[in-house]
């Protein structure tokens, strides 16, 4: 079992940045890749970004790209989104997810998911 806490969101102005931590409970952290994902009002669940368990390999949804930065540390049983340069359209509830193994990246069928953060991005 893997409880994720996220935190780190809230509202900031457009072009403004934001970090959002997820921390993990178990020793065991480092066996899953890691993922955040969003969800705006009336609008489905969607990848935003991954990383693999030794961080060796990311992931990122195309509308992030050189905006996000997904970073894991294992020692300390977290996992950060940097995120830049924000956008109205970035509004939504983000969520951090785990997946045993990195097979599952990139899609939906993570193992345990968080509660949310809201991110709000003023324009």
């Known amino acids: 079992q893997v409880q994720l806490v996220e935190s780190g969101g809230g509202l900031v102005q457009a072009g403004g940045s934001l970090r959002l931590s997820c921390a993990a409970s178990?020793?065991?952290?480092?066996?899953?890749?890691m993922g955040w994902f969003r969800q705006a009002p009336g609008k489905e669940r969607e990848f935003v970004a991954a990383?693999?368990?030794?961080?060796?390999?990311?992931y990122y949804a195309d509308f992030v790209k050189g905006r996000f930065t997904i970073s894991r540390d294992n020692a300390k049983n977290t996992v950060n989104l940097q995120m830049t340069s924000l956008k109205p359209e970035d509004t939504a509830v983000y969520y951090c997810?785990?997946?045993?193994?990195?097979?599952?990246?990139?899609?939906?069928?993570?193992?345990?998911w968080g509660q949310g953060t809201q991110v709000t991005v003023s324009s």
């Open positions: 997810a785990a997946a045993l193994g990195d097979s599952r990246l990139r899609t939906i069928g993570y193992d345990y």
């Open positions: 178990g020793r065991t952290f480092s066996h899953y890749g």
């Open positions: 990383i693999s368990r030794s961080a060796s390999i990311t």
